[in-house]
């Protein structure tokens, strides 16, 4: 694997494309046939992060997101219990067909990803199989992070009452600018005082999804805890992943920051 562009050069979020060379069935093949320690790890936490929030402010919310979702559910999974509908936003047109195909009924190697989940009695009733709820919740949306948080043509902001999003801004570009702006859009598609949760990737190099290779920004805990003050107030990021234990080359494990999004 390369260790990404040159030094001074920049390959952009438009420069990729993602229709074309990403290819899901072997970004799962590589991160999602089996549970990943670090994985666990961060499920766990988020299930908890979610659950503590809505056991202090009863009842569900209206919708969720999960930003950037790509071929992967379980950030959807975390929101099942919370909210009315989840929208997963995905811009690559064969991540669309991938989540298209698995609303009806998705793979079997996600029971193992639920099962984290379920340790938690909210998540727990809806069984070992909660197929028929995120059969019901979820619509699929193809879509660009940069067009969050922006005023349609009728004067509005679509906003939604909680989100997710994992290891999207700082695997699409190089650039730091355009990191920083990724999530600050994905912040301002939130509601006053929305739970989220997002994850990225601690110092990326860049990644290979089969033949084809992706840039990514190198960012670390300062840089995503400078970011997210600006608009939760109570994240604390942490650092998730050892060495031996990470899945790739070219990363040095991953930052989870969960809070709430500024009234």
């Known amino acids: 694997m390369t260790s990404g562009p040159p030094s001074g050069a920049q ?6 494309d993602w229709d074309v060379d990403f290819d899901p069935k072997e970004y799962i093949r590589h991160n999602y046939l089996v549970l990943h320690r670090d994985d666990k790890e961060i499920i766990s936490a988020v299930r ?18 999960d930003v950037g979702a790509g071929p992967n559910l379980y950030p959807a999974f975390t929101m099942l219990p919370w909210c009315d509908s989840i929208t997963l936003l995905e811009r690559s047109s064969r991540n669309v067909a991938y989540l298209e195909s698995q609303r009806d009924g ?11 989940l379920s340790e938690d009695d909210e998540y727990a009733r809806f069984g ?5 709820r995120f059969r ?11 067009d969050l948080g922006v005023e349609g043509p009728d004067g509005t902001v679509e906003r939604w009452s909680m989100g997710t999003m994992f290891f999207v801004a700082e695997s699409i570009t190089t650039s730091l600018e355009e990191f920083r702006h990724g999530v600050r859009r994905f912040m301002d598609a939130l ?4 739970p989220f949760a997002a994850a990225f990737m601690e110092h990326s190099l860049g990644y290979a999804v089969g033949r084809h290779e992706f840039p990514a920004r190198d960012v670390g805990e300062q840089e995503v805890r400078n970011l997210l003050k600006e608009y939760a107030g109570d994240v604390d990021p942490v650092h998730i992943g050892e060495p031996g234990g990470l ?7 991953m930052i989870l920051a969960c809070g709430h999004r500024n009234d």
Request: hydrophobic share 30%.
């Open 11 to 16: 390959k952009l979020n438009n420069d990729v």
């Open 48 to 65: 908890n992060h979610f659950s503590d929030h809505f056991r202090r402010h009863s009842g569900r919310v209206r919708s969720g997101i």
């Open 106 to 116: 998705y793979d079997g190697n996600w029971d193992q990803f639920w099962n984290v």
């Open 128 to 132: 070992e199989d909660p197929r028929a």
């Open 136 to 146: 019901e919740a979820v619509e699929v949306r193809p879509g660009n992070l940069f």
């Open 191 to 194: 509601e006053p005082g929305a």
């Open 247 to 253: 899945v790739r080359e070219g990363y040095t494990g």
